[in-house]
DNA sequence: ATGACACTATTTTAGTGA
């Protein structure tokens, strides 16, 4: 089964670049975050078109999740919020899917907080929204679970252009870090980590001053995965040729995450 | 040192993003 998450950067107008991934690259279940677009506006049909039924957790203006994925696939949405951050904004949708060998996998698709900056009071609700997160995840657990999405942190230096200089850092502080830490503590893996240990790979470059072109960018978006089913993992790829234009279309600052996964 | 780009909104400048 072919997995994807992709911070997408606006929905509405990503969504011919949006067709072209999706045709190129034929995933079966996908996370996208940043819709930008009220639940009541989501584009059905239009996925639908393409194969794809949509389970969606949108707003006005800002953030915004969906889970997409093939029409065959059994699927059930089971929750769009976590626990004392209903306030916090469209940021988590999670359902369950059932796969060909019949198993049961817990599928969760996150936009976490972006925090702004280390004096800012949005960073402490960034971390407290991973302790809902993390509270969550251990008292309902799921013999087999895929959490992805936009986590806007960097867990350590070779996920930063910035290495070791980026070091406590927005994005790159000690507290960011240790909620981390914490979803690593709750069983689940950072597969493209654990494919790659050494690879200094990027999923998000600024827009602004050619960040994309010297590759100074950020590894935030991931895709981790239970125990059992990183021992599965054919592959995981970084989908860095959608960073770029295609012809008049404009790329989101964001590059898919994509992972074959035998379910 | 600063801004740089792209998106959305009872838009025409401002807020947000990471």
Same mark, same amino acid.
């Given at each position: 089964?072919?997995i994807a998450t992709w911070?997408?950067?606006?929905?509405?107008?990503?969504?011919?670049?949006?067709?072209?991934?999706?045709?190129?690259?034929?995933p079966?279940?996908l996370?996208?975050?940043?819709?930008?677009?009220?639940?009541?506006?989501?584009?059905?049909?239009?996925?639908?078109?393409?194969?794809?039924?949509?389970?969606?957790?949108?707003?006005?203006?800002?953030?915004?999740?969906?889970?997409?994925?093939?029409?065959?696939?059994?699927?059930?949405?089971?929750?769009?919020?976590?626990?004392?951050? +209903?306030?916090?904004?469209?940021?988590?949708?999670?359902?369950?899917? @059932?796969? #060909?060998?019949?198993? *049961?996998? %817990? !599928?969760?698709?996150?936009?976490?907080?972006?925090?702004?900056?280390?004096?800012?009071?949005?960073?402490?609700?960034?971390?407290?929204?991973?302790?809902?997160?993390?509270?969550?995840?251990?008292?309902?657990?799921?013999?087999?679970?895929?959490?992805?999405?936009?986590?806007?942190?960097?867990?350590?230096?070779?996920?930063?252009?910035?290495?070791?200089?980026?070091?406590?850092?927005?994005?790159?502080?000690?507290?960011?870090?240790?909620?981390? +830490?914490?979803?690593?503590?709750?069983?689940?893996?950072?597969?493209? @980590?654990? #494919?790659?240990?050494? *690879?200094? %790979? !990027?999923?998000?470059?600024?827009?602004?001053?050619?960040?994309?072109?010297?590759?100074?960018?950020?590894?935030?978006?991931?895709?981790?995965?239970?125990?059992?089913?990183?021992?599965?993992?054919?592959?995981?790829?970084?989908?860095?040729?959608?960073?770029?234009?295609?012809?008049?279309?404009?790329?989101?600052?964001?590059?898919p995450?994509v992972?074959?996964?035998?379910?």
């Amino acid at each position: 089964m072919r997995i994807a998450t992709w911070n997408i950067n606006g929905l509405r107008a990503r969504i011919d670049y949006v067709d072209e991934w999706i045709t190129a690259r034929d995933p079966d279940l996908l996370a996208f975050q940043e819709l930008k677009t009220p639940t009541d506006l989501f584009p059905h049909g239009h996925f639908e078109e393409l194969g794809y039924k949509s389970l969606v957790n949108g707003q006005k203006s800002w953030n915004g999740v969906a889970i997409l994925c093939k029409q065959e696939i059994d699927i059930e949405e089971t929750g769009n919020s976590l626990s004392g951050q +209903e306030e916090a904004g469209a940021r988590y949708i999670s359902a369950l899917v @059932r796969t #060909s060998t019949k198993k *049961t996998l %817990e !599928f969760i698709n996150l936009y976490c907080p972006n925090g702004k900056n280390l004096e800012h009071a949005d960073l402490e609700g960034k971390l407290r929204w991973f302790d809902s997160l993390t509270k969550q995840l251990s008292n309902e657990t799921q013999a087999h679970r895929i959490l992805c999405g936009d986590f806007n942190i960097v867990p350590a230096s070779i996920d930063t252009w910035k290495g070791e200089k980026g070091d406590g850092t927005m994005f790159h502080s000690t507290q960011e870090r240790e909620k981390i +830490e914490a979803l690593y503590q709750c069983g689940l893996v950072d597969i493209f @980590r654990q #494919s790659k240990p050494d *690879t200094e %790979e !990027f999923s998000w470059w600024d827009y602004r001053a050619g960040a994309f072109h010297k590759n100074q960018g950020l590894r935030i978006d991931f895709i981790l995965a239970s125990h059992d089913l990183s021992n599965s993992v054919e592959q995981v790829f970084i989908d860095r040729e959608y960073r770029k234009k295609i012809g008049d279309l404009t790329a989101s600052d964001h590059a898919p995450v994509v992972a074959d996964i035998v379910l």
